[in-house]
């Protein structure tokens, strides 16, 4: 006798690809899935490393920045300390100049004329004094004229405060006289 299948196999073959298509699209949804995480994974470790990158590099230029204003400070320090030894320097070459200043003011003074200030700014130095007559006072510039540590010589005023008492005040140009081998 033959056998004769009266159950619908259509639609147990459709339901049988049915399964089939859902079980490949659960394959494929899960595989695409993987793929996301898996690309995802590897990006967020790409970008963690990167971001530890530029925390060390950031990390890096602070210390190098560090460096930089220390050097910075030191540079500074250098300068106020060259600036010191150049001050101490010309202090020192000065101190003889000042001694000659003072010697050559008391050659320059004539009899009965008395200084009762001086007062010497850089190269610019004003003498104030009492002399018994204005013929002091003219002999007093005269020797400040021919003096090589003195120039220009002026007389900014003369005043009688009483018979015989002349108050004066004379300002001058300090210079550094020239040595025998050069010119005037």
Request: proline content about 3%.
């Amino acid at each position: 006798m033959a056998k004769i299948n009266l159950l619908p196999w259509r639609e147990e073959r459709r339901k049988q690809r049915n399964q089939e298509y859902y079980g490949v699209m659960a394959a494929v949804v899960i595989a695409a899935a993987a793929l996301v995480y898996v690309v995802n994974e590897y990006y967020l470790g790409v970008l963690a490393a990167q971001n530890q990158r530029n925390q060390f590099i950031t990390q890096e230029m602070n210390v190098l920045d560090a460096k930089i204003d220390e050097i910075r400070n030191l540079r500074e320090t250098r300068q106020q300390l060259i600036e010191r030894m150049e001050l101490i320097q010309a202090l020192q070459g000065n101190r003889p100049i000042i001694v000659r200043i003072f010697d050559e003011m008391a050659r320059a003074i004539p009899d009965d004329l008395y200084y009762t200030s001086i007062d010497i700014k850089n190269t610019q130095i004003n003498v104030k004094g009492v002399a018994k007559s204005t013929n002091r006072v003219s002999s007093l510039i005269r020797n400040y004229d021919q003096s090589d540590w003195f120039s220009d010589p002026t007389l900014i005023r003369v005043q009688a405060k009483s018979e015989g008492v002349h108050e004066f005040e004379v300002t001058m140009t300090r210079v550094e006289p020239k040595t025998d081998g050069e010119e005037r």
